[in-house]
């Protein structure tokens, strides 16, 4: 446990801390869902465009 997260738990107690620990775990997960998905969406819309470009050289 990191000096903060004592430090943390110390001024506003267990119940607290664990509940703003729940909070940014589910703020990282959001983050990491919606870089998941614009990595996604930008990997489609490369793919996309090649074949737009394949097929438009024909």
Not at 9 to 16: E, P, Q
Not at 29 to 39: A, D, E, L, M, T
Request: net charge positive; proline share 0%; aromatic share 6%.
């Amino acid at each position: 446990m990191t000096r903060t997260m004592t430090m943390t738990l110390k001024t506003v107690g267990a119940g607290r801390g664990a509940e703003m620990a729940r909070t940014r775990a589910q703020g990282t997960q959001f983050v990491r869902r919606v870089v998941s998905y614009g990595i996604l969406t930008s990997t489609l819309v490369a793919i996309a465009a090649q074949a737009l470009a394949h097929f438009v050289a024909r």
